[in-house]
Protein backbone atom coordinates (compact mmCIF):
# COMPACT_ATOMS: atom_id res chain seq x y z
CA UNK A 1 0.00 0.00 0.00
CA UNK A 2 1.21 3.74 -0.81
CA UNK A 3 2.17 5.25 2.27
CA UNK A 4 1.22 8.73 0.20
CA UNK A 5 -2.06 9.54 0.56
CA UNK A 6 -3.66 10.55 -3.07
CA UNK A 7 -6.04 13.07 -3.32
CA UNK A 8 -7.35 14.71 -6.89
CA UNK A 9 -5.36 17.84 -6.00
CA UNK A 10 -2.27 16.17 -6.55
CA UNK A 11 0.21 16.22 -9.74
CA UNK A 12 0.54 13.56 -12.04
CA UNK A 13 3.79 13.09 -11.06
CA UNK A 14 3.08 12.82 -7.72
CA UNK A 15 0.46 9.99 -8.21
CA UNK A 16 2.60 8.10 -10.50
CA UNK A 17 5.12 8.17 -7.95
CA UNK A 18 2.84 6.75 -5.30
CA UNK A 19 1.68 4.68 -7.49
CA UNK A 20 3.69 3.83 -10.23
CA UNK A 21 1.29 1.59 -12.01
CA UNK A 22 -1.73 4.34 -12.56
CA UNK A 23 -1.01 5.65 -15.91
CA UNK A 24 -1.73 1.44 -16.53
CA UNK A 25 -5.08 1.55 -14.42
CA UNK A 26 -5.70 5.02 -15.72
CA UNK A 27 -5.25 3.63 -19.33
CA UNK A 28 -7.29 0.35 -19.30
CA UNK A 29 -10.35 1.86 -17.38
CA UNK A 30 -10.67 5.20 -18.88
CA UNK A 31 -8.53 5.69 -21.73
CA UNK A 32 -6.49 7.85 -20.08
CA UNK A 33 -2.45 8.51 -20.73
CA UNK A 34 -1.85 5.84 -23.22
CA UNK A 35 -1.36 8.42 -26.27
CA UNK A 36 -0.81 11.89 -27.05
CA UNK A 37 -4.36 12.78 -27.72
CA UNK A 38 -5.04 11.18 -24.55
CA UNK A 39 -1.92 12.00 -22.40
CA UNK A 40 -1.58 14.68 -19.25
CA UNK A 41 1.17 17.03 -18.40
CA UNK A 42 3.47 15.69 -14.79
CA UNK A 43 1.99 19.11 -13.30
CA UNK A 44 -1.51 18.74 -14.58
CA UNK A 45 -3.30 17.47 -11.12
CA UNK A 46 -5.58 14.61 -11.17
CA UNK A 47 -8.78 17.03 -10.62
CA UNK A 48 -8.01 18.40 -13.77
CA UNK A 49 -7.52 15.51 -15.83
CA UNK A 50 -10.77 14.30 -14.36
CA UNK A 51 -12.36 17.65 -15.83
CA UNK A 52 -11.16 17.59 -19.02
CA UNK A 53 -11.98 13.69 -19.68
CA UNK A 54 -15.62 13.60 -19.45
CA UNK A 55 -16.28 15.63 -16.21
CA UNK A 56 -14.81 12.15 -14.33
CA UNK A 57 -15.47 11.98 -10.66
CA UNK A 58 -11.70 12.20 -8.85
CA UNK A 59 -12.72 9.88 -6.33
CA UNK A 60 -14.59 7.09 -8.28
CA UNK A 61 -10.67 7.25 -10.50
CA UNK A 62 -8.63 7.25 -7.39
CA UNK A 63 -10.53 3.87 -6.53
CA UNK A 64 -9.80 2.24 -9.62
CA UNK A 65 -5.73 3.62 -9.60
CA UNK A 66 -6.05 2.06 -5.96
CA UNK A 67 -7.55 -1.28 -6.97
CA UNK A 68 -4.63 -1.12 -10.05
CA UNK A 69 -1.98 -0.67 -7.46
CA UNK A 70 -3.47 -3.52 -5.22
CA UNK A 71 -3.74 -5.90 -8.39
CA UNK A 72 0.19 -5.00 -9.26
CA UNK A 73 1.22 -5.91 -5.81
CA UNK A 74 -0.62 -9.03 -6.08
CA UNK A 75 1.46 -9.92 -9.28
CA UNK A 76 4.81 -9.23 -7.43
CA UNK A 77 7.45 -11.80 -6.00
CA UNK A 78 10.12 -10.90 -3.60
CA UNK A 79 13.14 -11.97 -4.64
CA UNK A 80 13.08 -13.92 -1.89
CA UNK A 81 10.22 -15.60 -2.75
CA UNK A 82 11.91 -16.53 -5.96
CA UNK A 83 15.04 -17.74 -4.53
CA UNK A 84 13.08 -20.23 -3.00
CA UNK A 85 11.12 -21.39 -5.77
CA UNK A 86 14.38 -21.92 -7.33
CA UNK A 87 15.81 -23.72 -4.74
CA UNK A 88 12.76 -26.08 -4.28
CA UNK A 89 13.40 -26.89 -7.95
CA UNK A 90 10.00 -25.72 -9.00
CA UNK A 91 9.95 -26.89 -12.38
CA UNK A 92 6.99 -25.04 -14.16
CA UNK A 93 8.74 -21.43 -13.25
CA UNK A 94 10.25 -19.68 -16.52
CA UNK A 95 12.35 -16.66 -15.52
CA UNK A 96 11.76 -14.13 -18.37
CA UNK A 97 14.34 -11.09 -18.66
CA UNK A 98 12.89 -8.01 -20.50
CA UNK A 99 15.88 -5.91 -20.18
CA UNK A 100 17.69 -4.84 -23.66
CA UNK A 101 20.27 -7.32 -24.80
CA UNK A 102 23.35 -5.04 -23.43
CA UNK A 103 21.50 -4.98 -19.80
CA UNK A 104 21.26 -8.49 -19.91
CA UNK A 105 24.81 -9.15 -21.35
CA UNK A 106 26.23 -6.77 -18.82
CA UNK A 107 24.67 -8.91 -15.28
CA UNK A 108 21.45 -11.88 -15.43
CA UNK A 109 20.27 -14.91 -13.74
CA UNK A 110 21.36 -17.88 -14.28
CA UNK A 111 19.04 -20.00 -16.34
CA UNK A 112 17.19 -17.14 -17.27
CA UNK A 113 15.87 -16.04 -20.51
CA UNK A 114 16.07 -12.60 -22.54
CA UNK A 115 12.49 -11.79 -23.74
CA UNK A 116 13.59 -10.35 -27.31
CA UNK A 117 11.13 -10.52 -29.97
CA UNK A 118 11.98 -14.23 -30.92
CA UNK A 119 11.52 -15.37 -27.62
CA UNK A 120 8.44 -14.10 -26.81
CA UNK A 121 6.73 -14.97 -30.13
CA UNK A 122 7.89 -18.52 -28.92
CA UNK A 123 7.11 -17.75 -25.17
CA UNK A 124 3.45 -17.22 -26.55
CA UNK A 125 2.56 -19.98 -28.89
CA UNK A 126 4.48 -22.99 -26.71
CA UNK A 127 4.34 -22.04 -23.36
CA UNK A 128 1.17 -23.25 -21.23
CA UNK A 129 -0.86 -20.50 -20.25
CA UNK A 130 -0.64 -21.63 -16.67
CA UNK A 131 2.93 -21.89 -16.48
CA UNK A 132 4.62 -19.85 -13.64
CA UNK A 133 6.32 -16.76 -15.69
CA UNK A 134 8.53 -14.55 -13.59
CA UNK A 135 9.45 -11.67 -15.41
CA UNK A 136 12.13 -9.12 -14.33
CA UNK A 137 13.70 -5.88 -15.32
CA UNK A 138 16.14 -3.38 -13.72
CA UNK A 139 14.22 -2.14 -10.76
CA UNK A 140 10.49 -4.07 -11.09
CA UNK A 141 8.77 -0.89 -12.93
CA UNK A 142 8.89 -1.66 -16.55
CA UNK A 143 8.42 -5.33 -15.88
CA UNK A 144 4.43 -5.07 -14.91
CA UNK A 145 3.81 -3.87 -18.19
CA UNK A 146 4.72 -7.08 -20.14
CA UNK A 147 3.07 -8.75 -17.28
CA UNK A 148 -0.14 -7.32 -18.76
CA UNK A 149 0.66 -7.79 -22.18
CA UNK A 150 1.37 -11.91 -21.23
CA UNK A 151 -2.01 -11.66 -18.87
CA UNK A 152 -4.08 -9.93 -21.91
CA UNK A 153 -2.87 -13.26 -24.19
CA UNK A 154 -4.25 -15.64 -21.80
CA UNK A 155 -1.08 -16.42 -19.24
CA UNK A 156 -2.64 -16.51 -15.68
CA UNK A 157 0.28 -16.96 -13.47
CA UNK A 158 2.69 -14.12 -14.33
CA UNK A 159 4.49 -12.89 -11.82
CA UNK A 160 7.17 -9.44 -11.38
CA UNK A 161 10.45 -9.71 -9.56
CA UNK A 162 9.99 -6.94 -6.83
CA UNK A 163 12.91 -4.56 -7.36
CA UNK A 164 13.91 -5.98 -10.65
CA UNK A 165 17.69 -7.75 -10.75
CA UNK A 166 18.94 -4.66 -8.62
CA UNK A 167 17.01 -5.84 -5.88
CA UNK A 168 18.15 -9.72 -6.59
CA UNK A 169 21.71 -8.44 -6.09
CA UNK A 170 20.98 -6.76 -3.04
CA UNK A 171 18.91 -9.57 -0.96
CA UNK A 172 19.95 -12.64 -2.79
CA UNK A 173 23.43 -12.10 -4.72
CA UNK A 174 25.54 -9.46 -3.91
CA UNK A 175 28.32 -11.00 -6.42
CA UNK A 176 26.29 -9.69 -9.13
CA UNK A 177 27.12 -5.78 -10.54
CA UNK A 178 24.48 -3.26 -9.82
CA UNK A 179 24.12 -0.70 -12.55
CA UNK A 180 22.41 2.26 -13.18
CA UNK A 181 19.80 3.29 -15.95
CA UNK A 182 20.40 6.75 -17.33
Same mark, same amino acid.
Given at each position: MSEMTATAEMTMSDLL? !??????????? &???????SSCGFRPDETLE??????EGLDPDEVLMAVQAGHEADEAMMLD???? &? !???? !???????? @?????????????????????????????? @??PKDRLLVLLDHDGKRSLDAAAYLAGHGFTNVKCLRGGIDAWSVVIDSTLPRYTLE
Amino acid at each position: MSEMTATAEMTMSDLLD !AYPGAQRALFR &KYHIGGCSSCGFRPDETLEGVCARNEGLDPDEVLMAVQAGHEADEAMMLDPVEV &K !ALRD !AGVEAVEI @LDIRTAEEYEAVHLAGSRRLDQASMQETLS @LSPKDRLLVLLDHDGKRSLDAAAYLAGHGFTNVKCLRGGIDAWSVVIDSTLPRYTLE
